[in-house]
Structures are given as C-alpha cells and as structure tokens.
C-alpha cells in the first residue's frame, strides 16, 4: 500500500482534515514541515502520495521537485508554488501588508475569525507561538518553487489533482494556469463559492482524489 502524507498549512489544525475519510500515515504541520521531517518521511520510504494544503501545497511541491521519483500522486489544495506577489514576473499573490493582516487577525481571533468557519464544520485554524508563527511567515514570504518545478517536469509523471477556490482571498485561482503548464496530466478543479479551507468544504472531492492517485499508483 501506498503511503499518504498530508502537509497541513501555516496555522493550520489537524481538525481541518476531519471530515476526510481517506487513510493518512501522518499529518506534518507546518512546523514540522520547517524542521524538515516530511523530507525524513520520504527518505524512509519507497514511494508516496503528498497531499498538501496551502503552504502544505508549497512544501509538497517543493519536495515533488527534489524526488519525483518517490511521489506516486500529488493532490494539491489551495496550493501555490509562491504565496507572494511579484511583480517583476507578473505573479499575482498576496503583498506583504496582507499576510501582516492574516498573522493578526489570526492572533485577535484566535483562528476562528480568520477566513470565518460554516456552522458544523470543524475549525481548521489554531493559534500557535508567536515564534512558530514568524517562522512560517518568513517561510511564506520567501519561497519559490517555480524553477524548480519547471526544472523537474519532465521526471515527474505522477498522478496530480488540483483544486482551487474561485474566492480564495490567499491564493489566487490564477495559480490553476499555471500548474496546467506544469503538471498537463493534472486534473484542475475550481471550486466555485467557497474560501481558503477547502479540506473542511470539499472533503469528498480530496477523498476521491486520493483514491484515484493510490489506483494508478498499484496498477504501477
């Protein structure tokens, strides 16, 4: 059997994956990502499938780039290959005022006002240190994975599934053109109505996603 990794967002809760159904050997957060465990995981192991959310989606990628040979699928949430703006390039994400924005609001709110939570779903946010939460800004701020996933596309053949929110305020939609140069094997769905967390809006939708990256992984 294949392996499942999920790699959770900045601030994010493990409680964001609740309404998941499929089967994960672990959920790294994001602080975990900075300390670099995901990287130990995939050196123990053959092969895997990643699933990353938000800047769990730029760890994935990032990883996906250095060992292509070890993903089997990728299933990227909200992903972006860099969360900031640059202009020189034309890239559209978010300025360094907005994510100033988020680290406050999620602070004052205690996670639970920060992108606003439907009733009955669980919150996918918590409020973490203030040092963890400086070092995952900082991580934000200055990663770029573009050349990288340029440089490694012919090697990665793995399944890949994308979605992206129509609404998302933190990681423009625009980012689904992109990967589609990237990953052409990628299926891309954008979600229409919804916000940033969309593991606790369209579970089903990344459940079905993993089970098919784990059927073409054994028919491999």
């Known amino acids: 059997m294949v392996e499942v990794f999920v790699l ?34 995939l050196e123990a192991t053959d092969r895997c499938i990643l699933v990353g959310w938000s800047m769990g989606g730029s760890s994935a990628l990032r990883l996906a780039a250095r060992w292509p040979e070890k993903i089997a699928g990728l299933v990227l949430v909200a992903a972006t290959p860099r969360m900031m703006e ?8 978010m300025t360094p005022r907005r994510l100033k924005a988020l680290r406050y609001g999620l602070m004052m709110t205690h996670g639970e006002g920060l992108f606003g939570i439907p009733d009955g779903k669980p919150n996918p946010y918590l409020t973490d240190s203030p040092e963890n ?41 625009e980012n689904a053109v992109w990967f589609k140069t990237i990953f052409p094997q990628a299926s891309v769905t954008i979600v229409p109505g919804t916000e940033h967390a969309l593991p606790i809006f369209i579970p089903e939708k990344i459940d079905d996603a993993v089970d098919a990256c784990i059927a073409v992984a054994q028919k491999g």
């Open 8 to 41: 959770n967002g900045w601030a994010a809760s493990p409680r964001a994956w609740d309404l998941c159904r499929f089967g994960r050997v672990r959920i790294f957060s994001y602080v975990e990502q900075l300390d670099g465990l995901p990287e130990q995981a």
């Open 86 to 93: 640059d202009k020189a390039t034309g890239w559209r994400g």
């Open 133 to 173: 939460l400086e070092r995952g800004l900082k991580y934000l701020l200055e990663t770029d994975v573009r050349t990288e996933l340029a440089n490694s596309r012919p090697a990665l053949t793995a399944d890949i599934h994308i979605f992206q929110s129509e609404h998302d305020g933190i990681v423009r939609p």
